[in-house]
């Protein structure tokens, strides 16, 4: 509640703590008590992780001790953070993954009837066409989409601009923080068309409960973040994308802009991005992109055959041909 976490972190804490007082008890015979453990106890449960999970899960694991001991220390509960000192695993930095424009385009057009009862129908095919393109026009968290509400689209502000002036108010993002975002035209275009048919998602039994939510299940309730996972794992196959998620639609959004020339600043502000570090590891992935189109289009690019048949015979350790003139 401080700190503003979400639900979904908050609960990731909760097993995390749970997992440790359990393994603790297994290992030593005896329930833990917070006053007792120190930091070789935090040592012995890093090291019964290991085998069983990544490095990027035990360090989760390892900062939900840091942060329930930090709390206990700061109430007078305990004299020190025994998992202060512990060093997390090292982890791969592995770059967010951006779609190319044709591979979304194709996703925003792969909307297929479900299996489920009512997932048929024009009004949801309509409505997971819209999130897609809100997640993609936006930016937005998967956990932002689901929680938007119809007053969150906000056209008044813009009255009498065009339709790519319309924004978007996040109430609910990372932290409890509050941010206003664009929408291009083809969002409000999906957006528009989805709300003409949603009166038909709204369930007579669920009352006013989901009212006001923008984005419904089949049933009338709000649709949760593994609903839309699972629905964009359908249109995937269906439209042949490879990797796309909820999320990657986030890290296309980034890369896209700057791409197009937009500045770090700006896509940080969008994103809701506390820190700008957090932002620029897409710089990283337009390098990438970048680099991808200058070995597709420059000639000289092209011959690689001709230049690994060279070897290291005719080059020096700097890079430079020997024959150069």
Do not use: W
């Amino acid at each position: 509640m401080e700190r503003g976490y979400s639900p979904r972190t908050i609960a990731a804490y909760s097993r995390d703590l749970r997992e440790f007082a359990r393994l603790y008890e297994d290992r030593e015979g005896k329930v833990p008590k917070v006053t007792r453990i120190d930091n070789f106890d935090v040592r012995a449960h890093l090291a019964e992780l290991y085998d069983k999970n990544q490095a990027s899960s035990i360090s989760r694991k390892l900062s939900s001790l840091r942060t329930f001991f930090r709390f206990l220390l700061a109430r007078g509960i305990v004299d020190q953070n025994p998992a202060a000192t512990v060093r997390s695993p090292k982890r791969k930095k592995a770059l967010p993954r951006a779609l190319d424009v044709d591979d979304i385009e194709r996703l925003m057009e792969s909307p297929v009837a479900g299996a489920k009862k009512g997932e048929d129908s024009p009004a949801l095919k309509l409505r997971d066409r819209a999130i897609f393109e809100v997640l993609y026009g936006a930016g937005i968290r998967i956990s932002e989409c689901c929680g938007l509400d119809i007053d969150d689209i906000d056209r008044e502000r813009y009255s009498g601009r065009d339709l790519e002036q319309v924004v978007m108010r996040i109430r609910h993002g990372k932290g409890n923080k509050e941010r206003i975002v664009p929408l291009g035209g083809k969002a409000i275009t999906a957006l528009d068309a989805y709300l003409a048919e949603r009166p038909r998602l709204r369930d007579p039994r669920t009352k006013n409960q989901h009212a006001s939510a923008l984005f419904l299940n089949y049933k009338g309730g709000r649709l949760t973040p593994r609903s839309i996972q699972r629905h964009m794992g359908r249109y995937v196959v269906e439209a042949g994308v490879p990797d796309a998620t909820p999320h990657g639609l986030r890290h296309s959004f980034a890369t896209h802009l700057l791409d197009g020339g937009v500045d770090l600043r700006s896509i940080q502000e969008m994103l809701g991005h506390a820190s700008l570090a957090s932002t620029q590891v897409y710089t990283k992935v337009s390098l990438d992109h970048i680099m991808g189109v200058y070995d597709a289009a420059h000639p000289h690019a092209q011959d690689k055959g001709l230049a690994a048949s060279a070897g290291s015979d005719e080059r020096s350790p700097s890079g430079c041909g020997t024959n150069s003139s």
